[in-house]
């Protein structure tokens, strides 16, 4: 679980919870700190008691600002929440996703929880090809392209890679220097 959610108002928590899965993160709705998670997204009108001190508080009260570092006034703003929750868990250096991408060979289309995107031939290929193995050399992506210059990969890694960028929070595909291209994060794909 990437956030949890502290309140005992369940539409609350649908809506936070449905608004960060849109974002690709994995939220829970609990009454207490007591689960294990990344970000705790807190409740001040209903949890009285101390908070951690990385919570994101929110209320109606402006005055339970100074109970935590970071704060939300409600009614929450789902963009600002969203913003919020990806610069928590996405900061620089960090190379975590979530959630589930889902390739449609037949239309050659990515879904994910932020939208949906087509895909050419070619950069089918080589995501098809990423999901296979940890690691695809240049070498085996030429090969995909049969008789090309070593650069069409460049490109089309480029091409796909910017696409992803636009469905996903941040980069999906590692390029490793020297040696070739790499899925990164905790990203689930789904083959149809």
């Known amino acids: 679980m990437d956030i949890c959610v502290v309140t005992n108002d369940a539409l609350?928590?649908?809506?936070?919870?449905?608004?960060?899965?849109?974002?690709?993160?994995?939220?829970?709705?609990?009454?207490?700190?007591?689960?294990?998670?990344?970000l705790y997204l807190c409740d001040l009108d209903f949890y009285v008691d101390e908070v951690p001190e990385e919570t994101v508080g929110f209320?109606?009260?402006e005055n339970?600002?100074?109970?935590?570092?970071?704060?939300?006034?409600?009614?929450?703003?789902?963009?600002?929440l969203r913003k919020l929750a990806a610069e928590r868990?996405?900061?620089p250096g960090r190379h975590v996703q979530t959630g589930?991408?889902?390739?449609?060979?037949?239309?050659?289309?990515?879904?994910?929880?932020?939208?949906e995107v087509g895909l050419s031939e070619k950069e089918l290929a080589l995501l098809?090809?990423?999901?296979?193995?940890?690691?695809?050399?240049?070498?085996?992506?030429?090969k995909?392209?049969?008789?090309?210059?070593?650069?069409?990969?460049?490109?089309?890694?480029?091409?796909?890679?910017?696409?992803?960028k636009a469905v996903c929070l941040g980069d999906v595909i590692e390029a490793k220097r020297g040696k070739g291209y790499a899925l990164c994060?905790?990203?689930?794909?789904?083959?149809r």
């Open 64 to 80: 339970k600002r100074r109970r935590v570092q970071s704060f939300l006034h409600r009614p929450i703003d789902a963009e600002k």
């Open 12 to 38: 609350l928590a649908r809506f936070l919870i449905l608004e960060l899965a849109e974002a690709g993160f994995h939220a829970e709705q609990h009454t207490d700190f007591a689960s294990e998670a990344e």
């Open 59 to 61: 209320s109606y009260d």
């Open 128 to 142: 098809l090809a990423l999901c296979e193995t940890p690691l695809l050399r240049r070498s085996d992506a030429i």
């Open 89 to 91: 868990l996405l900061a």
């Open 185 to 191: 994060g905790t990203i689930t794909m789904q083959i």
């Open 100 to 115: 589930t991408l889902t390739i449609d060979r037949v239309s050659r289309r990515i879904k994910t929880a932020l939208g």
């Open 144 to 164: 995909l392209f049969g008789d090309g210059e070593s650069n069409v990969v460049d490109v089309y890694m480029h091409y796909l890679r910017k696409k992803l």
